[in-house]
């Protein structure tokens, strides 16, 4: 946590233009596919209230933001592929959340996101072990959420 800060405080506008840039990407699928409230609303399910979601993903994307920029920042020369790999691989996954389910519909494929969503950030989060261990931090929400979203997708999948 005290390198992020000491990274934090060197940052350039760049920095901050860049930072920007990623926090945008995370949200992209939310700009362009929205939510269907109506539908997810007719669904049998544990009832989260929807604004929850946006907390909680908004948590989610800040620290992903910050955890790409960190990896930015101290994978300058020594490059893991494999890291970067499993983070766009998760990042694609996750992306494709939001029209599969509420655009689509599909309830089943939409569980099978939210399993290959949990396990990609597993496998980012043990890679990040080789890297720098600190910034798994940073993780820590989305592991968690994705687990929840997990269940709770098994679920509306098996109630509905």
């Given at each position: 946590?005290?390198?992020?800060?000491?990274?934090?405080?060197?940052?350039?506008?760049?920095?901050?233009?860049l930072?920007?840039?990623?926090?945008?990407?995370?949200f992209?699928?939310?700009?362009?596919?929205?939510?269907?409230?109506?539908?997810?609303?007719?669904?049998?399910?544990?009832?989260?209230?929807?604004f929850v979601?946006?907390?909680v993903?908004?948590?989610i994307?800040?620290?992903?933001?910050?955890?790409?920029?960190?990896?930015?920042?101290?994978?300058?020369?020594?490059?893991?592929?494999?890291?970067?790999i499993?983070?766009?691989?998760?990042?694609?996954?996750?992306?494709?959340?939001l029209?599969?389910?509420?655009?689509s519909?599909?309830?089943?494929l939409?569980?099978?996101i939210?399993?290959?969503?949990?396990?990609?950030?597993?496998?980012?989060?043990?890679?990040?072990?080789?890297?720098?261990?600190?910034?798994?931090?940073?993780?820590?929400?989305?592991?968690?959420?994705?687990?929840?979203?997990?269940?709770?997708?098994?679920?509306?999948?098996?109630?509905?």
């Open positions: 946590m005290k390198e992020l800060g000491n990274y934090l405080r060197k940052i350039t506008f760049k920095e901050v233009l930072m920007i840039g990623i926090l945008i990407l995370y992209l699928p939310f700009i362009i596919f929205g939510i269907d409230l109506e539908f997810y609303n007719s669904l049998i399910k544990i009832n989260v209230p929807p979601f946006s907390i993903w908004t948590i994307y800040i620290c992903m933001t910050l955890f790409v920029y960190w990896h930015l920042k101290i994978q300058k020369t020594n490059i893991n592929k494999t890291f970067w499993y983070l766009v691989l998760n990042y694609l996954i996750e992306s494709s959340y029209p599969v389910f509420f655009i519909h599909n309830l089943f939409s569980f099978v939210c399993i290959l969503t949990f396990v990609s950030i597993i496998l980012v989060a043990l890679e990040t072990f080789t890297i720098k261990k600190s910034s798994i931090f940073l993780l820590i929400p989305y592991i968690l959420w994705s687990a929840f979203a997990s269940v709770l997708a098994m679920l509306i999948y098996i109630w509905n």
